[in-house]
């Protein structure tokens, strides 16, 4: 990008084999003192990130796919969000909101109700996480309903805490032997185009999902819809198109909340603001948190003013919720977001990596599909001209991209999807090392 200055160069550069030896002293400590649940795809510790790269204590300079999972899509260091950042802390850290409130949580409501899909009276609610943003969608859409039961789809992916554990559909590793699991949760089919019958419309998908609804729950008892709009954590699942106005549909005639899920999808990700702005679905709430404040934590729900405003006051909040520094970053954020134009950026990103990864497909015959938008992409690996799934495969591939220094995140319910989350500012030569450096792994991989 032209329009873009990095603060460290944009090149891929090893000075020692990964990990390297300060990385593996800090694992050692690490394993000492941290406990073993939390795990790192890359056993690589940061000194510095900038634009597409991320610098290791050994020195190394690696290209970054990831994002921190969608997070730091303006960079890792964007100046105008430290910028903020300094400025805020400068004045004030926190004071809570519930206590004695400030602008910076009201900036980010009016930024968002103008950003989100659909230009009806809308309510926003600042939280910390994704999970917790989901968590409370959910609350609304009980207490606006007045009823109980929340549709949730295969391969779903909505977070760790009890109740987004439940909405989650992954045993392995999210919630297994983590249970009980909150009650009245119902998991539905997806539309997933590559494992679906040839042929099968997105409609044709809605209505085989709308049909168990009714047959297991009765249209009249579900609270809630939540489906993220493109699956993140399940494998970068696009569903067929028709396959989500049919469904928002279906709940607008049985009064039924729809939630989208976009913490991951959302803020110029896909290519638009939001990846519900591709079929025009409004959101009766949408979720958001990720790529929001350039890695601050920071997420949301906004949604119709009156399902929000029935909640009584105090009914929603939390200690932390709506942070300033984190809304301040994320004020920058979205300036920095329309300065460059991001959804453009993605879409860019989109076509340079999809015509490269059409040619490799082309070549080898493990990649069962490519599928993703803007700069949220995926390649599913199977078992050389089958669509049986090669996790195997995959775990090699990421392995030697990492070993060529480019951070690649792999994803998908039989873990065999590489994803493609590179930050949005990432420029095109970095890009295209990374991806020929994915493309010679892939190659070498289906080869052995
Ligand atoms: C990451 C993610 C979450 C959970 O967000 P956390 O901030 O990790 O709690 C929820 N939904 C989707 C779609 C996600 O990708």
């Given amino acids: 990008m032209t329009d873009l200055t990095y603060r460290l160069p944009q090149k891929r550069h090893l000075v020692t084999p990964l990990p390297g030896p300060r990385s ?6 690490r394993r000492a003192t941290v406990a073993a649940g939390v795990g790192s795809s890359v056993p690589v510790y940061t000194a510095d990130a900038d634009g597409g790269v991320i610098v290791d204590v050994d020195g190394n ?34 004071t809570c909101f519930m206590v004695t409130p400030y602008e910076g949580y009201v900036r980010v409501a009016e930024e968002l109700a103008a950003l989100t899909p659909g230009d009806h009276e809308k309510r926003t609610v600042l939280f910390n996480s994704g999970a917790e943003a989901v968590e409370n969608a959910v609350k609304v859409a009980r207490l606006a309903t007045g009823r109980n039961a929340v549709v949730a789809f295969d391969h779903a992916y909505h977070g760790r805490t009890n109740l987004t554990m439940a909405l989650t559909a992954k045993n392995m590793p999210y919630k297994h032997n983590f249970g009980p699991f909150a009650p009245e949760i119902y998991r539905m089919p997806m539309s997933y185009p590559f494992r679906d019958a040839d042929g099968l419309t997105g409609e044709q998908a809605a209505q085989r999902t709308i049909s168990q609804i009714e047959k297991q729950i009765g249209g009249d008892a579900v609270a809630a819809i939540i489906i993220e709009p493109i699956q993140g954590e399940g494998g970068f699942i696009v569903p067929a198109r028709g396959f989500l106005p049919t469904l928002q549909a279906w709940a607008n005639e049985n009064g039924v909340v729809f939630i989208a ?40 729900i906004t949604g119709r003013a009156d399902l929000l405003d029935k909640v009584h006051a105090g009914g929603l909040g939390g200690t932390y919720g709506g942070n300033p520094v984190a809304c301040a970053a994320a004020v920058a954020t979205l300036e920095e977001m329309r300065a460059h ?43 050389p001209g089958t669509t049986e799934p090669d996790p195997e495969l995959t775990k090699k591939v990421a392995a030697q991209c990492l070993a060529e220094g480019v951070i690649i ?40």
């Fill in 341 to 383: 134009d991001m959804p453009a950026r993605a879409r860019h990103i989109g076509d340079l990596a999809t015509t490269a990864l059409q040619t490799l497909a082309d070549e080898v015959d493990v990649i069962g599909d490519i599928r993703g938008r803007g700069g949220m992409l995926a390649i599913e690996l199977v078992r």
């Fill in 61 to 94: 300079s690696l290209i970054d796919l990831g994002s921190g999972i969608a997070v730091t899509s303006v960079g890792a260091s964007n100046s105008a969000v430290a910028e903020a950042v300094r400025e805020q802390v400068g004045h004030f850290t926190h």
């Fill in 409 to 448: 995140l792999t994803c998908g319910t039989y873990g065999n999807v590489i994803r493609l989350l590179p930050p949005l500012v990432i420029d095109d030569d970095l890009l295209t090392d990374g991806l020929d450096v994915l493309a010679a792994a892939i190659r070498s991989a289906a080869q052995a």
């Fill in 24 to 29: 593996q002293e800090l694992t050692t400590r």
């Fill in 261 to 300: 899920d976009e913490v991951q999808t959302g803020f110029a990700r896909t290519g638009d603001w939001f990846a519900c702005n591709d079929e025009d679905i409004v959101p009766d709430i949408i979720t958001m948190a990720k790529g929001i404040a350039g890695g601050m934590p920071l997420a949301a």
